[in-house]
């Protein structure tokens, strides 16, 4: 031997699918029922609902695929650019998209949270996991 303590799987405790399957399963109901997340979800839903917001959204991308080919040649006149800019700021100050980006930030916040807690916990980066996986956190 070289002198390392080799480990094997005998020597670790590895707890069973079902432990894990369910450990998640509590830490995904816990963490639906944060105040973050249920000012996401409540904040989304008046999006959805909202006919000026989605009205706004869809002049936008109406507007913006309208003008797809000119943007891609770098051909949009001055008056498209504003009109553009004009439609895309129209949608981001309705209130029910505001609401909604400062819901999602501070969802995005805990979650960031949560994940250093668990990089502590059990010395895994979670969050370079994630990133590195094309997950949420990246």
Same mark, same amino acid.
Not at 37 to 49: D, H, K, M, P
Not at 61 to 89: G, P, V, Y
């Given at each position: #031997?070289?002198?390392?303590?080799?480990? @094997?799987? #005998?020597?670790?405790? *590895?707890?069973?699918? #079902? @432990?894990?399957?369910?450990?998640?399963?509590?830490?995904?109901?816990?963490?639906?029922? @944060?105040?973050?997340? !249920?000012?996401?979800?409540?904040?989304?839903?008046?999006?959805? !609902? /909202?006919? /000026?917001? !989605?009205?706004?959204?869809?002049?936008? =991308? !109406?507007?913006?695929?309208?003008?797809?080919? $000119? +943007?891609? $040649?770098?051909?949009?006149?001055?008056?498209?650019?504003?009109?553009?800019?004009?439609?895309? /700021?129209?949608?981001?100050?309705?209130?029910?998209? *505001?609401?909604?980006? +400062?819901?999602?930030?501070?969802?995005?916040?805990?979650? =960031?949270?949560?994940? %250093?807690?668990? @990089?502590? *916990?059990?010395? $895994? %980066?979670?969050?370079?996991?994630?990133?590195?996986?094309?997950?949420?956190?990246?």
């Amino acid at each position: #031997s070289n002198g390392m303590v080799e480990t @094997t799987w #005998s020597d670790l405790e *590895v707890a069973s699918k #079902s @432990t894990v399957m369910e450990a998640a399963r509590q830490f995904a109901e816990e963490f639906t029922n @944060t105040a973050q997340y !249920q000012a996401f979800e409540q904040a989304y839903i008046q999006y959805r !609902q /909202d006919a /000026d917001a !989605q009205s706004a959204i869809r002049e936008f =991308q !109406q507007k913006q695929s309208s003008l797809k080919a $000119l +943007q891609l $040649l770098n051909a949009l006149s001055e008056e498209d650019r504003t009109e553009l800019q004009r439609l895309q /700021d129209r949608f981001y100050n309705q209130l029910s998209v *505001v609401q909604y980006n +400062q819901a999602q930030a501070e969802l995005v916040a805990i979650s =960031q949270e949560i994940g %250093d807690f668990l @990089t502590k *916990v059990i010395g $895994l %980066d979670f969050g370079n996991s994630c990133r590195r996986s094309g997950g949420c956190c990246g």
